[in-house]
């Protein structure tokens, strides 16, 4: 592609332009990579965490739903005066560019109890207390595993951008701006040669 440049001192000029774009472009966008893969390994460590001891939680959870059915009886109807949660929020942060979600809500000790004392015991407080410890973490590790994909997805097309601008642009430019420089050389010592005959022949014309 270099040798269909048509060699002048303004296209060289063009050429070395171009070509420290691209390896800034390089540059920022492994900068960007880097940055992205440290963000998706500490999150990866943290899901790692999280899935180790979600399944353990619901275990606790249900045994303790298990316990206070055995104490109060069928508590299904206790539990149909629980609302859903709503206070859940959506929120977003952005890593380089690269929208991660931010989901919360209300913390537990600013909300009021949704159900009466006078029907409940202390068994049935504790399959609440851990039902909702199962929800927090259910909804940080949802937060975690989306984050996790788009970093993913994100870092895929970071590294596929910056190869390209390793492997093809910064090369073509590089290629161009020493086929332009060589060409330039050649016919400035060309022209030279030529002005080096031209004194020759008037200094005889003189003699």
Avoid: W
Avoid at 59 to 66: I, T
Avoid at 104 to 121: A, C, D, H, K, V
């Amino acid at each position: 592609m270099a040798e269909q440049i048509f060699p002048t001192k303004g296209n060289l000029i063009k050429m070395k332009r171009s070509l420290k774009q691209a390896q800034l472009g390089y540059e920022l966008m492994d900068r960007k990579r880097n940055i992205l893969i440290r963000e998706m390994v500490n999150l990866t460590a943290e899901a790692k965490q999280l899935r180790s001891t979600i399944d353990e939680t619901y275990d606790a959870a249900y045994k303790a739903l298990q316990r206070a059915n055995i104490s109060m009886g069928v508590v299904s109807d206790v539990a149909k005066a629980i609302p859903v949660d709503s206070s859940l929020e959506l929120n977003v942060r952005s890593v380089m560019g690269v929208e991660l979600p931010q989901l919360s809500s209300q913390p537990r000790e600013e909300q009021e109890l949704p159900y009466g004392l006078m029907r409940t015991n202390s068994s049935f407080d504790y399959a609440y207390l851990c039902f909702n410890k199962a929800k927090d973490i259910t909804v940080r590790l949802a937060e975690i595993e989306n984050s996790i994909y788009r970093l993913a997805v994100s870092i895929k097309k970071t590294q596929k951008r910056a190869n390209a601008l390793k492997n093809i642009m910064i090369p073509k430019f590089h290629s161009a701006v020493r086929y332009i420089s060589n060409a330039l050389e050649e016919k400035e010592r060309e022209e030279f040669s030529r002005q080096k005959v031209i004194k020759k022949a008037k200094l005889k014309k003189t003699q």
